[in-house]
Each structure stands twice: as structure tokens, then as C-alpha cells.
């Protein structure tokens, strides 16, 4: 099966701090696959790194077999079309309503009549069922409802990539499933490839095929979710069993408790 | 010594660095103009919305300038029996410097904050990083519509502004103080030249309408995603705004009316 996504030796950094060192990764076409590990450890900036938002300093990323830190302004955007993105709190147009929402990319891109792309956005909205609060704004719904108008307006273009940024981020246990399924369920509808990043283990290994885990920039330990479970990888267990300590200490680094009290050579 | 001609040249750089940067963000807003031009929905969109924000205070605020240089000058004139110059006078004031003027500053306030705030929060929500992942441009999206809508809109509320103070002051010349009706209006007539004075007036606004709305727009679109930037984005939008529309009005009542 060809990957859809194909990231190859990518070095990323800002300024003088390395964010992503020698990476290299792959999404196939058709599957749901997982970016995950602890806050700041890159996997938003894989994310940014595929939609082309930023540039790497080395390596490349391809989509479609296209690179996409070689593209120009035009290129890119020509390629973003066939992309979705779900932002982590949505990101939605509060001045427009959720079908004004929903609608923005279709009638930016397409030259449908109006009552085709009203019968689209409705269609969208039954998916994510939410069809009935089309009328509503952004701020007259909940967070995990805002997610889902979001996840709607990302595949209003059928999108062959659909990128997730943390979906499950503040949400109810209730809205946590729902779009948890929501995404499995689109992606296997759509036939689309879909990249999840979140930490959120319980509902990520429920719908992903494939799972990285990502520490300080690097891939750390990667394989299906049955294979990550009964993985002894140290950082892979601490992650997945949410351990206080471990490869990822508890403390902040530096002098240690007895030093500070003057407790001198007792640790 | 050392330490202050660093500074000096940092500063300097800094400066040119910033205008570089306005600058070529001004050109971009103009390259991309022409695509919001092809659905002018969403220019007269804003120029409803940005002309709305500063309707009212636009028209308070030349009812009581006009009132009061109406009071002020029938005051003086009449002391060398020169009354009937009101009009004129008034006219001449409010259409050569006071409506241009005011109004910018009074867009500057109202609108440009507005737009300020507007397009920050929009950048802090994410909105615009989502706009372009979804191969839309924020620049001729979001950004084009609302500058020719308020380049649009100011030489219309500069003249609202004129016309509004020229009965302010008619009220309290002819109405209160029993001026000639007659003589008010003549007067106005024959010492207000349109290709001098009304036309230099609408360009005065359409060059403050560019430069307001600018300022607006770039300090919103620059800024740094966070409430206290945004906050500081606005503030930063009255004082530059301000000072460029009373720097550009030397220049161009200079360029207009100096010998």
C-alpha cells in the first residue's frame, strides 16, 4: 500500500531550539494513524510541517508525492484543497453561523448553486449530528458540540487527508466517544487517510491503526495499538499506564531536595 | 557615549525594519485587492459594517463642532460687522480641515479598534491559520474587504461630518442668533470652491481612509496571539493612526493650499 505522507529525515527547529530531529514517518493511504506523546514533544509541528505552515531547516515531507517545503504560495494551496485540518479548539468563524461554517469552503472553492451546497452542508452537519443547530453561532454551542461543526467544515471538500490537532482536548467523556468514533467512522466512509495527534491513550488506541510516540522531537517507539500495550519500552509504558515517574522524571531537573535544605550529600 | 550611539542605531535599524515590513505588507494588501474586487459583496459588505461603527458618533460630533464654531465665530465677526461671513467661514473650516480631520480621528477611535481587535482575536482563535488551511488567502479574504471598505467609507462620513457641522452651525448663526438666512447660504455659496475645497477635502479622506485603516488592519494582523497584545494592538492602533492623519494633513493642506 503506498503512504499518502511520507516524512524523511526532517529536522525542524526555531532558532537555536531543535523541535524535531531526523525524522521519518508514514501514513498510508486509507488509514487512521496516531502522533502521540507528552506536551511540547512536536507533534503539533508535524502536523504544521505536513499542512506546509512552516518550513523544515532539512529533510522533506511529501503528500501525494508532492514536496511540500519545495512548494510556492499557489502550490500549496492547490494541495491544501485536498487537505482538512481540525484545529484543537476548533478554530471556527464566530461571526457566521455553524452552516455559514460549514458552507465557507465549499463556496470559496466551488461554483455550486446555492440549494446544492445548502443540501452539502446539511448532509455534513447529519454526520456529525448536529444538522438541527444549523442555525445556531459558535458561542451559543459546547466545546465538544464545536468540535464536531469543525470536524464538518473539515471534510465539506472530501478531503483525501484529514489532519486532527489534540480533538479530545477538554472534552466530556460523552463528546470524547463521539468524536472518537466520528473519526473512525469518517475515515473509513471517506476512504480518506486521517493523522491523529492527542495524548489521550484510552480513545486513540480504540480507533487508530497505526500509533508513533513521539518524545523530545524524535520517535521513540512505534506499532499498533495492541503491540504498544504490551510494550516494555520504558517511555512507552509510563505513557501508556499514565506513571508519574519515569523516563519522563516528575521533577523539573536541576539540585535535588536535599541540596536545597542543606541536608548536604543526603538524597 | 558608546552605549547611546548603539542604541541610536539600533533604533534607526529597528525603525527601517518596521516600515520595510509595514511596507511590504501594504503592497501584498494591494496585490491581492483585485481578487476581493471580483465579489464586491463582501466590500460594500464592509463598508456597511465599518461605516455603521462610526455613523453616529460621525454625526454627534459634527452637529457640536459645527455648533460650536457656528457660536464662535458669529462671536468675532460680528465685531466688525462681518457676520454675514458665517457661512463661508464655517464651511471653509469644516470642508478644508475640520471634517477630513475629525473624522479620521473619530474613525481611528471607533472603527479602526474595532477592526483591530477584530482581526487579533480572529488570529489568537486560530481563525485565520484556519482560513489558510483551507487554501483560503486571510489576506484577500479578510483583510482586502475591510480596507477598501474603509478607504471607501471615510470620505463619506468626512462629508456627513462637513455637512452635519454646516447645519450645526446654521442653527446657532441664523436660527439663534438671527442671522440673515439669505446671506448664510449665499455667502456659503460663493466662497466654497469644489474643485478647491470640496475635492481637496475627499482626497484629504480617501489618503487618512488608506492610512487609518491600514494601521487597523496590520497592528491586528501582527500582532502576537495573546489578550494582552491584542489589548496593546489597539492602543497602538489610535496613536499611530492619530499622529499619521495629523502628520499627512500638514503635508497635504501644504501641498494644496500653500503658495
Known sequence: MSNLVEIRDLQFSYGERSILSNLRMDFPRGKLIAVMGGSGCGKTTVLRLIGGQIRPQRGQVRVNGEVVNELNTAGLYRLRRRMGMLFQFGALFTDLTIFDNVAFPLREHTDLPEELIRDL????????????????????ISGGMARRVAVARAIALDPELIMYDEPFAGLDPISMGVTANLIRNLNDALGSTSILVSHDVKETFAIADYVYFMSAGKIVAEGTPAELRVSQDPYVKQ???????????????????SDDLGLGGKR | MIRALEASGR??????????????????????????????TLITEQIHFIGNYSLVITIVSGLFVGLVLGLQFYVNLIQFGAEEKLGPLTALSLVRELGPVVTALLFAGRAGTSLTAEIGLM????????????????????????????????????????????????????????????AFWSQMQAGVDVNRDVLSSVIKSFVFGIAVTFTALFQGYHVKPTPADVARATTRTVVIASLLVLGLDFVMTAMMFGQ
Open chain 1, 121 to 140: 452542508v446539511l448532509m455534513k452537519l447529519n454526520a456529525v449530528g448536529l444538522r438541527n443547530a444549523h442555525r445556531l453561532k459558535p458561542g451559543e
Open chain 1, 239 to 257: 505513557f501508556v499506564n499514565a506513571e508519574p515517574d519515569g523516563p519522563v522524571p516528575f521533577h523539573y531537573p536541576g539540585k535535588s531536595l
Open chain 2, 11 to 40: 533604533w534607526t535599524r529597528e525603525g527601517l525594519e518596521s516600515l520595510g515590513f509595514a511596507t511590504r505588507a501594504f503592497f501584498n494588501l494591494l496585490r491581492y485587492s483585485p481578487g476581493a474586487f471580483r465579489r464586491p
Open chain 2, 123 to 182: 488570529k489568537a482563535g486560530e481563525q485565520l491559520t484556519a482560513m489558510e488551511m483551507m487554501a483560503v488567502n486571510p489576506v484577500q479574504r479578510v483583510l482586502a474587504p475591510r480596507f477598501w471598505g474603509g478607504v471607501i467609507a471615510m470620505p463619506v462620513l468626512a462629508t456627513v461630518f462637513s455637512a452635519v457641522g454646516i447645519i450645526g452651525s446654521y442653527l446657532v448663526g441664523v436660527k439663534m442668533l438671527g442671522l440673515d438666512e439669505g
